[in-house]
């Protein structure tokens, strides 16, 4: 079954203690996105990949890292979480950079993570 | 940039009602155009998409959003909802930016189906 998993999908967690989301697709996809959803703001984009080793920043990056050393994996990392990264985080994959308006992109289940 | 504008936060109805979601979005170059569904507790899913052709696309599940460049507006509408429309939907804009294709959210608006 094609598909996005993301682990855990709950994380409570206290500041400043690092932690890592992994991401993973069996669909061979390129593109690979990772989102924070709040409320009343709706998707806001963190970082995406366009292939492996090949990174770059969405529009709130700050306090987050990823990488790509995979092609099916896109971790996503918060070295010194705050409780301002409590969230709803959604990782995606698309087939192909560049044509994400052509192509449907497949959203994860979700992590929901809590920093106290 | 680009930004998506999603008129109602929160829309109320009842069972068999027809309802629209409003979308307008801001433009200076062209965009391909996205509604997306959340069920509770799940992922996003892509609803239907307008990318060129026909101003008026259409959903498996009896929804419909047209494409009105004038209005720089995207409407989502279904002429008889159910109960397990109950959802969020939110729209999306698409776009090239620097070489790169940017997928721009709205806020969402939280369809409640009232037996």
């Known amino acids: 079954e094609a598909q996005v998993t993301q682990n855990p999908r709950y994380l409570i967690t206290v500041t400043g203690k690092k932690l890592t989301v992994t991401c993973s697709q069996n669909?061979?996809?390129?593109?690979m996105s990772w989102y924070r959803q709040d409320p009343g703001l709706g998707l806001r984009q963190i970082y995406y990949?366009?292939?492996?080793?090949?990174?770059d920043k969405g529009d709130v990056p700050e306090g987050y890292k990823v990488s790509r050393k995979e092609k099916r994996n896109f971790p996503l990392i918060l070295e010194s979480p705050s409780p301002n990264q409590t969230s709803l985080y959604f990782c995606?994959?698309?087939?192909?950079?560049?044509?994400?308006?052509?192509?449907?992109?497949?959203f994860g289940p979700g992590t929901r993570l809590t920093v106290l | 940039a680009q930004s998506v504008t999603q008129l109602d936060s929160q829309v109320p109805v009842f069972e068999e009602a027809p309802v629209e979601l409003r979308c307008n979005y801001s433009?200076?170059?062209?965009?391909?155009l996205f509604w997306y569904v959340q069920y509770p507790n799940q992922g996003l899913q892509l609803l239907l998409k307008?990318?060129?052709?026909?101003?008026l696309v259409e959903s498996i599940n009896g929804f419909e959003a047209e494409f009105n460049k004038s209005q720089t507006s995207f409407h989502l509408r279904k002429p008889s909802v159910h109960i397990s429309d109950t959802a969020e939907y939110f729209c999306?804009?698409?776009?090239?930016?620097?070489?790169?294709?940017?997928?721009?959210f709205g806020k969402g608006t939280k369809l409640t189906v009232n037996p």
């Open positions: 669909m061979n996809h390129e593109y």
């Open positions: 307008y990318l060129s052709g026909s101003t």
């Open positions: 999306a804009v698409s776009y090239l930016q620097g070489g790169s294709e940017k997928l721009v």
């Open positions: 990949s366009m292939n492996v080793e090949v990174t």
């Open positions: 433009s200076s170059v062209s965009v391909y």
């Open positions: 995606a994959s698309s087939p192909r950079p560049g044509l994400v308006a052509a192509d449907t992109q497949y």
